[in-house]
T-cell receptor, first 112, second 114 residues
């Protein structure tokens, strides 16, 4: 049973559109993460947050932005989608001091 | 910077055969080590993790992994593979300290033949 939820699971959208990928967790975890994964490739960290009003960029440069207004919610926004943004986006969370991540099912984004 | 290498992109085994998935890492100190599994259309699920202590760790679904410091390896093993084990497997290295970020390998796709 998933305790971290990502919506939508699949999204096909036109170039130039603004989109928001949702991620919510019900475990009260302080730390949340967004990873980008291309087919057959490793996961790359693009954003992370250690708590409310805390956000940082990850190892992989991304044109997306994130916000953390509530502990349970960590949405990712693309102001103007481009075909290069086509990828799978995975959200994860972990409690303070913990090292086991819980991952969502991912959002597979296609920009046409 | 730390890195994780999974040298096998794709492995095929017969059901009931043993399995070993390789993982090598490059890091200045002993890292936190993880194995995750990703079934088609699903998120990542933690199989097992190593922080310290006994170098042979047991995980879920009958998997185990052995940390070998001298070889900078953390290979995943299972004595008898089931068809439901077909999935993609990711090795990951965790940074020490407060960051708790993971660096993932590129994954190994496992196919199980009947």
């Amino acid at each position: 049973e998933a305790d971290i939820y990502q919506t939508p699971r699949y999204l096909v959208i036109g170039t130039g559109k603004k989109i928001t990928l949702e991620c919510s967790q019900t475990m009260g975890h302080d730390k949340m993460y967004w990873y980008q994964q291309d087919p057959g490739m490793e996961l790359h960290l693009i954003h992370y947050s250690y708590g409310v009003n805390s956000t940082e960029k990850g190892d992989l440069s991304s044109e997306s932005t994130v916000s953390r207004i509530r502990t349970e919610h960590f949405p990712l926004t693309l102001e103007s989608a481009r075909p290069s943004h086509t990828s799978q986006y995975l959200c994860a969370s972990t409690p303070r001091g913990g090292n086991g991540y819980t991952f969502g099912s991912g959002t597979r984004l296609t920009v046409v | 910077a730390q890195s994780v290498t999974q040298p096998d992109i794709h492995i095929t085994v017969s059901e009931g055969a043993s399995l070993e998935l390789r993982c090598n890492y490059s890091y200045g100190a002993t890292p936190y080590l993880f194995w995750y599994v990703q079934s088609p259309g699903q998120g990542l699920q933690l199989l097992l993790k190593y922080f310290s202590g006994d170098t042979l760790v047991q995980g879920i679904k009958g998997f185990e992994a052995e940390f070998k410091r001298s070889q900078s390896s953390f290979n995943l093993r299972k004595p008898s593979v089931h068809w439901s084990d077909a999935a993609e497997y990711f090795c990951a290295v965790g940074l020490s300290g407060s960051a708790r970020q993971l660096t993932f390998g590129s994954g190994t796709q496992l196919t199980v033949l009947p």
